[in-house]
């Protein structure tokens, strides 16, 4: 376990870990790059660098041992949307009155603090950079050289942002603040010119598919070419996709394209949600099937734009054209839009199958009015 882990961006990489070397790791870092680029990765790699507690050296830059009890409870973070759903679920256990007070944070280390978007509204929250603002300045690291303050998402409320915008301005001593986002444009420029940003790239498909070649060997040329495309330069997405999975829930998210598209008599979707309506793998079931249609409508949007050389299904070129006949950006946008509905009722808790079969009438019906 260390560095040697972290795929991708030598030289981003090399440069945070030269600051650690020197002793300057920045108060305040913005690491920016596409979802699944190791942005949050990354973010946890270096706060068990900074804090081992039998730190190695390799490539003569400092390292992690992996094992120490700094770097196993920092570790434990690494489950980013396991960690958050539980947290979620602990607040749903709540009085309503405590609820509305509780933000959701991660803390698998004391001295850690991750801030991931506050659900429904997935933004930050004024709470949360509080919570943030209190260990910074109030608590000194109690078992670590520094603490460190993550932050998955550049979506802040304004209060929050302002809020925010005060620590950096007078960045205690042994705090890191790290901001993870996908377009540092969307932080604050006062908080971008306070902050070091360091870019990572997502790995062109074909590198994924070489280091497939190397780490799946059991993959066939043609199952790395669309493992390679899903997981749009996401490596960690790219070594560990389960394509027999995908490949189930594609066929059944088609059924469900094709009957909101153009077949009336619902009975085929119905026979296709079925089996998610109970089940104690039905949460995952469903969210894979939601994840297969996303890809499937970005596809259609794809060749809809004439640009079918991207569609991430490149497995199923001509089947993408037949559904895309007479399609309009308008609709696929409505379509993208009735997925990101789903996908929050599922959040609120709505029975699951219910939420999927509102979807596929509201997808029929926008499909009617064109
Ligand atoms: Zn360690």
């Not at 609820?99 to 929250?125: A, G, N, S, Y």
């Not at 520094?146 to 998402?153: C, N």
């Amino acid at each position: 376990m260390g560095f040697q882990d972290f795929l991708g961006n030598p030289a981003t990489v090399t440069r945070l870990r030269e600051s650690i070397a020197v002793e300057r790791f920045p108060h305040s870092l913005i690491l920016a790059g596409p979802k699944g680029a190791g942005k949050y990765t990354l973010a946890l790699m270096l706060a068990r660098a900074v804090n081992c507690l039998h730190p190695t050296q390799s490539d003569g830059l400092p390292d992690f041992c992996g094992e120490c009890r700094n770097c196993a409870r920092i570790g434990d973070a690494a489950n980013l949307e396991e960690r958050v759903a539980e947290a979620v679920a602990a607040r749903e256990d709540l009085r309503d009155v405590d609820k509305r007070e509780t933000r959701i944070l991660i803390q698998t280390h004391p001295d850690v603090l991750i801030v991931p978007p506050d659900p429904p509204q997935l933004m930050i929250k004024l709470g949360q950079v509080r919570q943030v603002i209190h260990v910074a300045y109030y608590r000194p690291p109690a078992e670590s050289k520094r603490s460190f303050s993550i932050f998955t998402s550049s979506a802040f409320m304004k209060e929050a942002a302002n809020s925010l915008l005060k620590v950096l301005e007078e960045p205690p001593e042994h705090t890191s603040l790290i901001l993870l986002t996908e377009n540092p444009q969307e932080l604050l420029p006062t908080i971008r010119s306070r902050a070091v940003v360091h870019r990572l790239g997502a790995l062109p498909s074909t590198e994924l598919e070489t280091l497939l070649a190397k780490r799946r060997p059991e993959l066939s040329a043609k199952d790395r070419a669309l493992a390679a495309r899903l997981a749009e330069g996401a490596v960690g997405r790219a070594l560990t996709l389960d394509l027999g999975v995908y490949m189930a829930s594609r066929q059944d998210a088609l059924v469900v394209l094709r009957t909101a598209l153009r077949e009336p008599d619902y009975s085929q979707l119905f026979h296709a949600t079925e089996s998610y309506r109970a089940g104690a793998d039905g949460q995952e079931k469903t969210a894979n099937l939601l994840r297969a249609l996303s890809s499937l409508v970005e596809d259609l949007l794809l060749v809809v734009a004439g640009t079918p050389g991207l569609v991430r299904n490149v497995d199923m070129g001509a089947e993408l054209e037949r559904l895309a006949q007479g399609l309009t950006v308008d609709w696929i946008d409505g379509a993208a839009r009735a997925l990101v509905q789903v996908e929050q009722g599922m959040r609120r808790n709505l029975l699951r199958s219910l939420s999927l079969d509102a979807m596929a009438v509201s997808l029929g019906e926008q499909g009617q009015r064109l």
